[in-house]
C-alpha cells in the first residue's frame, strides 16, 4: 500500500514538473519574441514533434539506431560477462587487466568515434562496436562487484561440503551477484544509446543522430528538439524494461 501511495506522489510530481517546466518555457518564449531558429517553444517542438512521427524517413533512421543501440548493448553484456566472470575469479587479471580497462573507458567516446570510421567503416558495424564499448565498462564493475562481494562464510561453507569452484560460482556468486549485475543493465543500456549517437555524430548514412545534424545545418532547431525528445523517450523505456526484469529475475531483493 505504501509503495503505490509512494508511486502515484511520485507520478503527481513529475507531472507537475513537467507542466511548470514546459508552462514556463512557452511563456518566455512567446513574451520575449525569441525566434525559432534560436530557441522553440514546446508547443513547435510538439509539432515538429508529431510531423516526425508520421514520417517514413524518420522511422527508417529511428529503426537503424535502434539496430545499432541493441547489438551494441547484447555485444556489450557479452564482453561484460565474460570479462567480469574471468577478472573476479582470476586475482592476477583483476590486478593486471584492471587499469588498462580505467584507463580506457576515460578517454572521451568522441576520440574514439573517428578510429572506429576508419577502423569498421561508415555503416553500421562502427556504431555497433561503439556503443558495446561505452556501454560495457558500467556493467563489467557491476559484475565484478558483484561476484565478489559474496559472503565468506557462504563461501566456505559450500566448500566444506565438498564444492568445487564452479558450482561456488553458481550456486552463490552467481545469485548473489544478479542485483549488481541489473544495476549495471540498467547504466549500460543508457551508455549504448550515448554510444551509437556519438558515433552517428562523427559520421553516418542514416540514424537519429544523422537527424539531428541535418536539422541543425538546417537551422530547424525544433526538430532537432524533437529527435532529442524521442531519444529521451527510447533510454527511459529501455532502462524501464531493465527494471521490469529486475523485479522478475531478482524478485527476493526488492526494490530500493
Request: overall charge positive; charged content about 10%; proline content about 4%.
Amino acid at each position: 500500500m505504501y509503495r503505490d501511495t509512494s508511486r502515484s506522489f511520485q507520478a503527481f510530481l513529475v507531472i507537475v514538473v513537467f507542466i511548470l517546466v514546459t508552462g514556463g518555457w512557452e511563456f518566455y518564449v512567446r513574451v520575449s519574441g525569441t525566434p525559432a531558429y534560436v530557441l522553440p517553444g514546446p508547443s513547435v517542438v510538439g509539432q515538429q514533434l508529431w510531423s516526425l512521427l508520421g514520417s517514413g524517413i524518420f522511422w527508417q533512421n529511428f529503426w537503424v539506431t535502434m539496430y545499432e543501440v541493441l547489438m551494441g548493448y547484447v555485444l556489450g553484456i557479452v564482453i561484460a560477462v565474460v570479462l567480469g566472470v574471468v577478472i573476479s575469479q582470476v586475482r592476477l587479471l583483476d590486478l593486471s587487466l584492471m587499469p588498462y580497462i580505467v584507463a580506457f573507458q576515460t578517454i572521451p567516446s568522441v576520440a574514439l568515434a573517428p578510429i572506429f570510421l576508419q577502423w569498421f567503416g561508415y555503416g553500421l558495424a562502427s556504431k555497433i562496436v561503439m556503443a558495446a564499448l561505452i556501454s560495457f565498462f558500467p556493467m563489467l564493475v557491476n559484475v565484478i562487484a558483484g561476484l565478489q562481494a559474496s559472503g565468506r562464510d557462504e563461501v566456505q561453507m559450500l566448500k566444506a561440503f565438498g564444492a568445487n569452484r564452479f558450482q561456488v560460482l553458481m550456486k552463490v556468486r552467481v545469485p548473489n551477484a544478479m542485483p549488481y549485475v541489473f544495476a549495471g543493465l540498467g547504466l549500460g543500456v543508457v551508455f549504448a544509446l550515448v554510444g551509437a549517437i556519438v558515433a552517428e555524430f562523427v559520421g553516418a548514412q542514416m540514424g537519429l543522430g544523422k537527424m539531428i545534424l541535418q536539422f541543425n545545418e538546417q537551422f530547424n532547431i525544433a526538430g532537432m528538439f524533437a529527435v532529442l525528445v524521442v531519444l529521451a523517450v527510447i533510454g527511459m523505456t529501455m532502462h524501464s524494461i531493465v527494471g521490469i526484469a529486475k523485479r522478475r529475475v531478482v524478485f527476493w531483493a526488492g526494490e530500493h
